[in-house]
């Protein structure tokens, strides 16, 4: 078995089985597995909020989006899992290797689908760039986020101490409860008084910078 799983991505929903294989191990003094774990359960916390706090086992969620399968039996428990993790990627447009690193990050950062996270490709021209978007934008969040990650930067879906670039689009005043800037906006100019280095982009400059049409 260990062959079957070494060096692949295995996933599981909650640590039961991960635990249990590493228990087995032990007991038997056998070599651990070399392979990446993936928790489904933690994964359908951070991409459904009704299930973030509570009833996220395989079971109720499998009902909820209507996969059917015979619990307790382990073939069908993989199954179920693995069809809950590709629902998980459609919902929220986080793809299998950045959940590995989303997985474990705080519930609060990012849970659900309206929240884009990104890594940024290494190799891009703006590695290093950490940016957070606000406002209305010519294209989708999710367009936007996939652009500035292959030139290299790390998006994230708020202003916080690591963030280095805001790009602002059209706004609403309307929309943002009687100021003329949104509040991920003011929190980057409170920072920015602070002395964080942050720059403030509009959607056309960041398009000019990243040197490609949207």
Partial sequence: ?????????????????????????????????ACTWLDSARVVRRTWNEFSQSG?????????????????????????????????????????????????????????????????????PLFGEVVVFTGA?????????????QAGC????????TTTLLVVGDQDIKKLAGHDKSLKHRKAEDLISKGQNIRILGESDFKKILSVPW
């Avoid at 079957?4 to 590493?22: C, E, K, N, Q, W």
């Avoid at 934008?137 to 990650?149: P, Q």
Wanted: hydrophobic share 40%.
């Fill in 154 to 161: 790390e998006v994230v879906p708020t202003v916080r101490k």
């Fill in 56 to 124: 996220y086992g395989l079971s109720p969620v499998a009902d909820k989006l209507g996969i059917t399968f015979k619990h307790h039996n382990a073939k069908e428990d993989a199954r179920a899992a693995g069809e809950i993790l590709i629902r998980a990627i459609q919902q929220s447009g986080v793809s299998l290797t950045e959940w590995l690193t989303r997985s474990v990050r705080p519930i609060g950062a990012g849970s659900g689908s309206s929240s884009i996270w990104r890594e940024g490709n290494p190799e891009g």
């Fill in 1 to 33: 078995m260990a062959g079957l799983l070494h060096g692949r991505v295995i996933v599981s929903h909650t640590a039961f089985d991960r635990t249990s294989l590493y228990r087995v191990c032990e007991k038997y003094l056998l070599e651990p597995i």
């Fill in 137 to 149: 934008l010519s294209i989708s969040r999710r367009e936007a986020a996939e652009l500035a990650a």
